[in-house]
């Protein structure tokens, strides 16, 4: 393995599309964020910059992202879907950057506690009303992200996030990047969603699935659960 290769290993590995049907979104918003997009102004072009640079270089033409950039995405859907301005988050998170030395402030526990704080220091700054009710009350900015904040795991090496549960930690499916590049697993021996997935499509039984994998049924009914959530 080169060295290259080598730092790659336990950050995870997701294509955009892929990242935008886990965290619940289209493509095309999600490379908004990371590539930054032009628009048409008055007096002529004008340009909205990528939220932040993501863990891995493109491949090609195609960008991947890593596990810490998934979170990162989640985040800022998160805040967008509560009428957040793009201006806005990206200098709370220019912001969080700075004060907490790290490219993704948004993946530190630290930001659930203190992240309303970080959002009142720039109120005044961007200007954006829908700022008001997150620095109103840290119950206010809590309802925004409480959600899926149940959803993580934070690590203890920089109490960052390293483990996602995208239906919650009653279910046996989960997202780690030392484990299977990232990928929707089943605890059951860390077995892909994808794959258990398929097998129940091609042979209509949950329980020949189960013992073919070794899994218990409920993991695999947890995966196909999932997996049909992922293409509705």
Known sequence: MTPEKQEWVGVGMYTLPEAARLIGTNTLRVRR??????????????????????????????????FS????????????DHGVSLPAIRRAAKDAAKRWHTDHPFCLKRFATDGRTIFSFIEDEVGDRSLLDLVRSQLAFHEVLQPFLIQLDYGKIGHSIDRWWPLGKNKPVFLDPRIAFGRPVVLDKSMPTEALYRAVLANQSEREVARWFEVSVSAVRAAVFFEEGLAA
């Open 69 to 80: 950039d998934l979170v990162e995405l989640l985040f800022i859907k998160a805040f967008r």
């Open 33 to 66: 964020w990371l590539e930054g997009y032009r628009f048409p102004t008055k007096s002529g072009t004008g340009e909205s910059p990528p939220l932040f640079s993501p863990q891995l270089p493109a491949l090609g033409e195609h960008q991947a992202i890593g």
